[in-house]
C-alpha cells in the first residue's frame, strides 16, 4: 500500500485529538524521508516524522480522506 507513495507527495491522514478520543481531523501532510531511517518513508506533520505505517490513516485526495471520514465518524467535515 505504501510503495505508491514517494517522497514530495502531498498525503491527507486522519489525526485524533490527544484530549478527546472520538475527536478526529482530516490533516495535509508531507511525505518525506525518515530521517531516522532514509530507506523509509515518513509523514511530516506538525513538525513531527511518522513513519509510514499500517497503523495511519493515509489517503492520496482529500476527498478519498472524507469519504473514509464520514465512513468511519459519520460526520461531514466540510
Known amino acids: 500500500m505504501f510503495n505508491k507513495y514517494k517522497a514530495g507527495d ?3 491522514v486522519f489525526i485524533r485529538n490527544s484530549h478527546i478520543p472520538d475527536v478526529a481531523t482530516i490533516q495535509e501532510a508531507a511525505v518525506v524521508k525518515n ?3 532514509p530507506k523509509q518513508l ?4 506538525y ?4 513513519p509510514l505505517t499500517e497503523e495511519l490513516a493515509i489517503y492520496s485526495t482529500f476527498e478519498e480522506a472524507e469519504q473514509a471520514y ?4 459519520g460526520e461531514d467535515t466540510a
Open 10 to 12: 502531498i498525503v491527507y
Open 35 to 37: 530521517p531516522e531511517n
Open 42 to 45: 515518513a509523514v511530516f506533520l
Open 47 to 50: 513538525e513531527t516524522y511518522y
Open 70 to 73: 464520514n465512513k468511519y465518524f
